[in-house]
């Protein structure tokens, strides 16, 4: 727990502080163009296989508070945040939910940044319960959040300088088939360069993330 506690502590004070973004809800959204020559990111790439033209972008300038899910990822070196949903989804309001979306995506400054900020998500879902009044309140409350945010699935990755994180639900997927083999299909994208990565896993209604060593091709979508 120390050292969970020392981590978690060291992370806060690289470059930008959580009250860098505070009172700042500033968002711009857009639609992908359709021109092959945008799609520069192998996430972009994996976006549009899945949505094809029915992408939507959405490029958040500071931390936003209606969007609670993005609000779970530290903000130490984060340089940028970006979402994608489907542009025919939700029909009626404005996408503000987590299964609203398919794929968000955090720029950190650095690869040693983003591993760090990886490495502390992962360590807040695995506080000690039974602990409480040894740990930091703040930290109960990230904890209990993303605990609350796995419900329904996703998947969480550090690759280069970003983390994704692959929206999941409790219902079919978007492309068809099973979960895995979505996941299977996302990691073959951006890990193209390699044999396996190590991801942050949750199924419906597990309540938890785990970590897992996974292949990222010889599954037929490279």
Same mark, same amino acid.
């Given at each position: 727990?120390?050292?969970?506690?020392?981590?978690?502590? $060291?992370?806060?004070?690289?470059?930008?502080? =959580?009250?860098?973004?505070?009172?700042?809800?500033? =968002?711009?959204?857009?639609?992908?163009?359709?021109?092959?020559? /945008?799609?520069?990111?192998? &996430?972009?790439?994996?976006?549009?296989?899945?949505?094809?033209?029915?992408?939507?972008?959405?490029?958040?300038? /500071?931390?936003?508070?209606?969007?609670?899910?993005?609000?779970?990822? %530290?903000?130490?070196?984060?340089?940028? *945040?970006?979402?994608?949903?489907? !542009?025919?989804?939700?029909?009626?309001? !404005? %996408?503000?939910?987590?299964?609203?979306? *398919?794929?968000? $995506? @955090?720029?950190?400054?650095?690869?040693?940044?983003? !591993?760090?900020?990886?490495?502390?998500?992962?360590? &807040?879902?695995?506080?000690?319960?039974? !602990?409480?009044?040894?740990?930091?309140?703040?930290?109960?409350?990230?904890? =209990?959040?993303?605990?609350?945010?796995?419900? %329904?699935?996703?998947? *969480?990755?550090?690759?280069?300088?970003?983390?994704?994180?692959?929206? =999941?639900? $409790?219902?079919?997927?978007?492309?068809?088939?099973?979960?895995?083999?979505?996941?299977?299909? @996302?990691?073959?994208?951006?890990?193209?360069?390699?044999?396996? *990565?190590?991801?942050?896993?949750?199924?419906?209604?597990?309540?938890?993330?785990?970590?897992?060593?996974?292949?990222? &091709?010889?599954?037929? /979508?490279?």
């Amino acid at each position: 727990m120390t050292f969970l506690l020392l981590t978690i502590s $060291c992370n806060r004070e690289v470059n930008k502080k =959580e009250s860098d973004y505070s009172n700042k809800t500033e =968002e711009t959204a857009k639609e992908i163009r359709n021109d092959s020559s /945008y799609y520069s990111s192998k &996430h972009e790439d994996f976006v549009r296989y899945v949505l094809k033209d029915r992408v939507r972008e959405h490029g958040f300038e /500071y931390v936003v508070e209606n969007i609670r899910y993005v609000g779970l990822f %530290p903000v130490d070196g984060l340089q940028e *945040i970006v979402a994608f949903s489907d !542009k025919n989804y939700p029909k009626k309001v !404005k %996408p503000t939910d987590y299964e609203h979306f *398919i794929l968000f $995506c @955090f720029r950190y400054s650095s690869v040693t940044q983003a !591993k760090l900020n990886f490495d502390n998500f992962y360590l &807040h879902t695995q506080l000690d319960t039974t !602990k409480y009044d040894a740990v930091e309140q703040s930290y109960i409350e990230m904890h =209990e959040k993303i605990k609350g945010a796995s419900k %329904p699935g996703g998947l *969480i990755v550090q690759e280069n300088e970003w983390i994704f994180s692959l929206v =999941e639900t $409790c219902r079919e997927t978007p492309t068809g088939g099973n979960w895995d083999d979505y996941e299977d299909l @996302f990691l073959s994208y951006i890990g193209q360069d390699k044999d396996s *990565i190590t991801v942050l896993n949750a199924d419906c209604g597990k309540m938890t993330f785990k970590k897992e060593k996974r292949t990222t &091709h010889n599954n037929g /979508y490279n």
